[in-house]
């Protein structure tokens, strides 16, 4: 019972002196002026113990306080019998407590899906057999067996070559094969087969432990934050004690003293503050963005710096198929066999592969027997044909042809995973999948820039090629790759030179830098995980752009914040004047306070609406036209990967134009239609969303680009000898590379400047 009431104590402190002040208000009313006084006089009463506390309590922690002013003129009030203007005092004071608790109300930040991931028991392997014992028994030196799918409980040294799934630790999601002898860390989980482990040291000393201790440290050194008004209270303070005793002495009368008090209760600082930043959660709630408090949303608007995790923040975080390259056939119908035979595959990849098929339209069917091989790949009999897809090392016994090479070589300077098809024992298509960057991701960056970010850095486990080409399409200042959660720590605490720093991350292992930082963002769309309960900021939707108009509405909130505080102040500085010159006596000061109290309040609640550069909006009209168009954009891709496809097949030792005449002939009744309607509707759209037609200028160039090249191509192939001479076939294959390496950017412009308007924000 206790303890619920000092959950609400503030709530109840309102309700009670509500109440005193209207009965007192009624008793007088009613003739009753006894009564009134006696209601009132409480009312003041219970103010000054609830401000007097308040006090205490400041200065207990040596934290400079407004609140003594409250204190003096509730005293004061009752030293000088206007026990109404007490009353007033305490609703007004109470009522800035309510609102300040529910500003900076905190999320807990609790570690319960952290610590309820991490084992509890490991498998020993021993001469009487397999042992399960508690994790916290088992020694260095010990052999431990990790079954599929489990987490390894301690860090160890492997016996056998593995795949594991480290996400966990690293962010990211590709399986990493791990040979025999090389190191496996605990918190990360075997995506292979049974393995066997040998501990390099206890699980108190293992990683994932570590990983936990972090978090718990970094959030023990998070300060507090500490609310405006005591920020204001080293000058204001003073101030209003000058001013009163200089009123007092001057005219020899302590009620002009209270007056000049009762006015100084910094109520519009209590109030307009809190109820700006509560405007300003609410406005980013809309936008699909949790801020844990008014303190976390102050802060985010100080920031002036920001460290960003690379997977699953400005990338997808899941691998996407990014091409199909056959060897021959069909790839369409290589897709679809694999597809249907990974259908019930438990593997990361073959999520991506099945999604891939069905998008394009692919019938696929159960496949009669299948078997996967941890770690290698699967296969089985679907339609009749046996099909086999994975590592290529497992499917061919030999050097690999030559498509296959060239295939496997692009793919890895693009830093993509492959998989090979194999058809009734011949290879037929390589899959490439990869983590596609974000198509809002560069609008996210140029939104907090302008917002007031001065600074990005990419901070990411991946290999270095791979992060410095994300970090430069989508426009970060510096690149840190291979990077642990330690390292992320170092590079949070030297950038928190330059200002305030955010974090923005998605993953277990973003959480001891989420939590360490100024401002911890956190990426939770996909499901809460250890990171968003570290955060102070949580975005629930699958977009990050969303976390540029937050910021956006941070800095308006605590802007509108400072402009209410500005005005409710300074009308009373005004109304301390008047009253210290004798104009004002303390109750019509209390009343006064009031309706400047209303007008402070007024001015916050601008906060929760849409301020000027909010984004951009789209109509339902607007936005079916935009899906519409996307469809037909996704479904072109397969067209655009066989530019480049065919340019690969032509040679001047075997010269044949026939496939690039049926290439050109899709390209102008599939490809051309589509951009020529983008050109008509979806460029109007996004220049009426962007409110200026410059925007999308690149848009319209590359349409025009794209049909001038197609021309081309055509004119070419009609003009070319037959058969074809090696100066036509070496033409071809440069015009078609052109047009390609034009598709591809326009593909991403479309991404990032068009499709990437269409909202996924909470409502």
Avoid at 590 to 599: F, N
Wanted: charged content about 20%; some cysteine; proline content about 5%.
């Amino acid at each position: 019972m206790v303890g619920m009431v000092r959950r609400h104590l503030e709530m109840i402190v309102l309700v009670v002196s509500g109440l005193l002040l209207a009965g007192g208000a009624v008793a007088w009313w009613t003739s009753a002026p006894d009564a009134a006084t006696s209601l009132w006089i409480a009312g003041t009463i219970l103010g000054l113990i609830f401000a007097l506390a308040a006090t205490l309590e400041a200065a207990r922690h040596h934290r400079p306080t407004v609140d003594v002013i409250a204190v003096l003129a509730l005293a004061g009030a009752l030293w000088v019998d206007e026990p109404l203007a007490g009353a007033i005092i305490t609703l007004m004071l109470a009522t800035g407590q309510v609102l300040e608790s529910r500003a900076d109300a905190r999320a807990r930040r609790e570690l319960s899906l952290l610590t309820a991931r991490a084992p509890r028991a490991a498998r020993l392997l021993t001469d009487a057999g397999l042992v399960e014992v508690p994790v916290a028994e088992v020694e260095v030196g010990s052999r431990v067996l990790v079954r599929p799918g489990e987490v390894v409980p301690v860090d160890g040294r492997l016996g056998t070559g593995a795949t594991f799934d480290e996400s966990a630790l690293t962010g990211e999601p590709a399986p990493v094969e791990r040979a025999a002898g090389e190191d496996v860390r605990s918190g990360v989980v075997n995506a292979g087969a049974a393995v066997e482990i040998v501990t390099t040291t206890t699980a108190e000393a293992s990683t994932y432990a570590a990983l936990v201790r972090l978090v718990e440290e970094a959030q023990a050194t998070s300060a507090p934050f500490v609310r405006a008004a005591d920020r204001w209270a080293l000058v204001f303070v003073p101030v209003t004690l000058v001013l009163a005793g200089a009123a007092w002495w001057a005219a020899g009368d302590p009620v002009r003293a209270v007056a000049v008090l009762v006015v100084a209760t910094p109520c519009p600082l209590l109030l307009a503050a809190p109820i700006a930043l509560v405007s300003g959660l609410s406005r980013a709630a809309r936008l699909g963005v949790v801020i844990k408090g008014g303190g976390a949303l102050e802060r985010l608007a100080r920031s002036r710096v920001m460290v960003v995790d690379k997977t699953g923040t400005l990338t997808r975080g899941r691998p996407a198929l990014a091409d199909v390259v056959a060897g021959g056939g069909d790839p369409d119908e290589a897709l679809r066999l694999a597809a249907s035979l990974d259908q019930l595959s438990a593997h990361v990849l073959a999520g991506p592969i099945v999604e891939a098929a069905l998008a394009r339209g692919l019938s696929l069917t159960v496949p009669e027997k299948s078997r996967e091989v941890h770690g290698q790949g699967v296969e089985g009999t679907v339609d009749g044909r046996r099909v086999r897809l994975g590592r290529a090392s497992w499917i061919l016994d030999g050097p690999p042809p030559v498509w296959v090479a060239r295939a496997r070589r692009r793919a890895e300077l693009d830093g993509s995973m492959t998989v090979l098809v194999e058809i009734d024992d011949a290879p037929a298509a390589l899959l490439t999948l990869q983590d596609p960057v974000r198509p809002d991701a560069p609008r996210m960056m140029r939104a907090l820039r302008s917002a007031g970010i001065a600074r990005v850095v990419l901070a990411t486990g991946d290999r270095a090629d791979v992060a410095h080409a994300v970090g430069r399409i989508v426009g970060v200042d510096e690149v840190l790759a291979d990077c642990t959660p330690e390292d992320k720590l170092s590079a949070l605490a030297r950038e928190r030179a330059a200002g305030p720093t955010v974090m923005v991350g998605d993953g277990i292992n973003d959480a001891p830098a989420l939590a360490a930082a100024d401002v911890g963002v956190a990426l939770a769309a996909r499901g809460a995980t250890a990171s968003s309960e570290a955060a102070d900021v949580v975005l629930t939707v699958d977009r990050v752009d969303a976390l540029a108009h937050a910021m956006s509405v941070a800095r308006r909130s605590r802007r509108i914040a400072l402009q209410a505080v500005g005005v409710g102040m300074g009308l009373s500085l005004i109304a301390m004047i008047a009253a210290a010159l004798g104009f004002l006596s303390p109750t019509v000061g209390a009343a006064l306070q009031e309706v400047i109290d209303l007008l402070a309040i007024a001015i916050a609640l601008r906060a929760v609406l849409p301020g000027r550069g909010a984004r951009p909006s789209l109509t339902a009209d607007d936005r079916a036209v935009l899906d519409a168009l996307r469809v037909e954009h996704d479904g072109l891709g397969p067209l655009v990967e066989s530019v480049a496809t065919v340019a690969d097949g032509l040679s001047t030792g075997h010269p044949d134009l026939a496939a690039a005449r049926e290439l050109v002939d899709a390209l102008e009744s599939e490809l051309i239609p589509h951009e020529r309607a983008d050109e008509e509707r979806l460029v109007p759209i996004v220049a009426r969303a962007l409110g200026t037609r410059e925007a999308v200028a690149a848009l319209t160039r590359t349409h025009a680009e794209i049909e001038h090249q197609v021309a081309l191509l055509r004119r070419l192939l009609d003009g070319a000898p037959e058969p074809p001479d090696a100066e036509s076939i070496v033409e071809a294959r440069r015009v078609l590379y052109g047009l390609y390496a034009v598709l591809r950017l326009h593909n991403a412009q479309e991404d990032a400047d068009a499709f990437g308007l269409i909202p996924a924000y909470g409502t």
